[in-house]
C-alpha cells in the first residue's frame, strides 16, 4: 500500500538548500488516483473513531485536510501562521532551526470536548505537529490523533507526538533523512 | 439556498483596515453542516461535466479545492504564491492596489487538453484568479469555469471573467462593498 503513495511523490535533491532531500507531495495530489488513495488511506486508520473537526495546517495540510473533514461529515479547523486568521486567535510559538514561528487558531474554531483529528502533509521534526496539539487542547479539544502522508522517522517528530500519548499515522515513511 | 451558505459567513468589520468588512468563511467551513453544503452546491454547478483537474487557490481555496478534487475524482493543482512550489514553475504577476503580485503552479502541474475547474473562496476584484486562468491556459489546460463561495460583484471581478468567456458560478454575493 505504502509503495501506491510513495512511488507519486517526488524528490527534489538539495532543496531548499544542499544536502535536504525535499519530498514534494504535488505529484502525489494531482495525480486523481494519487489523491483518492491519500484520502482513503488516511481515513482507514481512523475508522470507527468518532471526529468533530479536521484540524489542517497551512497550508499542505489544507489539501487533505478539507477533503478529509467532509468524509467523515466533520467540520474543518484551520491553523495558520502568525497574523493570517482575521478574527480572535490563540497562539503557540515553537523553535525552528534558526529563530522561532507561530502558528494560531482561531478562539471560537473548538468547543469543549470536540473531537478533533490533525492532518498534515508531513511529519519531520514535528515541531508544527506539537505547536497545533497545544492549541487544539488549549482550546478544549480532545485530539484522535495525527494523520499524515509522509514521516520522516529519522527527525523525530511522530516519535515525540507518540511519546505525548497521541495515535500517529502516516502513509510512508523516507528514512534516512 | 444562499442563505444557509451566507448566515453561516462572519463578517469583520474594519479588517483589515477601516471601511473594509472582511467576509470569513473559517465559521462556515468549521460547521460541519456549512462545510458540506459549500462542497455540495459547488459540486451542483458542473454536475455533467467533466473535470480532470481542480486548481485551488493558496490558501483558503486548498480546502475546498481538495474537497471538490476528491469528489470529482480529479486531481488537484496548487496555484501558490511565489517561491512556495519546489520545482520547475511558470508564474504571471498581477497589480495590487499598491504593488504587484504573483501567482505560480509547476509546470508538469496540467497537460495539455486537461479541463480545470477553478476553485477559490472568495472572488473580488479578480486579479489573482484572472492570473490564475492564465497560468492554466499557459499550460495547456481548459477552463471548464470557476467555483467561489463569496462573490463581491461591486468590485467587479465575475464580471471580468465572465466577460474573458468563462462560467463563474458562486455561492452567495455580498453587495454594496
Known amino acids: 500500500m505504502a509503495a501506491e503513495i510513495k512511488d507519486r511523490i517526488r524528490t527534489i535533491p538539495d532543496h531548499p538548500k544542499p544536502g535536504i532531500q525535499f519530498r514534494d507531495i504535488m505529484t502525489l495530489l494531482q495525480d486523481p488516483i494519487g489523491l483518492n488513495l491519500s484520502v482513503q488511506q488516511i481515513l482507514a486508520s481512523w475508522t470507527g473513531e468518532r471526529v468533530d473537526k479536521v484540524a489542517g495546517i497551512e497550508a499542505r495540510g489544507f489539501i487533505l485536510g478539507g477533503a478529509i473533514a ?32 507561530r502558528v494560531e487558531i482561531h478562539t471560537d474554531a473548538i ?8 492532518v498534515d502533509d508531513l511529519i519531520a521534526t514535528g515541531g508544527t505537529a506539537l505547536a497545533a496539539i497545544d492549541l487544539i487542547e488549549q482550546s478544549g479539544g480532545v485530539i484522535v490523533g495525527c494523520g499524515f502522508v509522509i514521516d520522516l522517522p529519522d527527525l523525530g517528530g511522530s516519535e515525540k ?17
Open 70 to 101: 467532509v468524509a467523515l461529515e466533520a467540520g474543518f479547523v484551520a491553523v495558520r501562521k502568525a497574523g493570517k486568521l482575521p478574527h480572535t486567535t490563540i497562539g503557540v510559538d515553537y523553535d525552528l532551526e534558526y529563530g522561532t514561528d
Open 111 to 118: 468547543h469543549e470536548g470536540e473531537r478533533i483529528l490533525l
Open 161 to 177: 507526538i507518540r511519546k505525548r500519548g497521541f495515535t500517529v499515522s502516516s502513509l510512508c515513511a523516507f528514512e534516512g533523512e
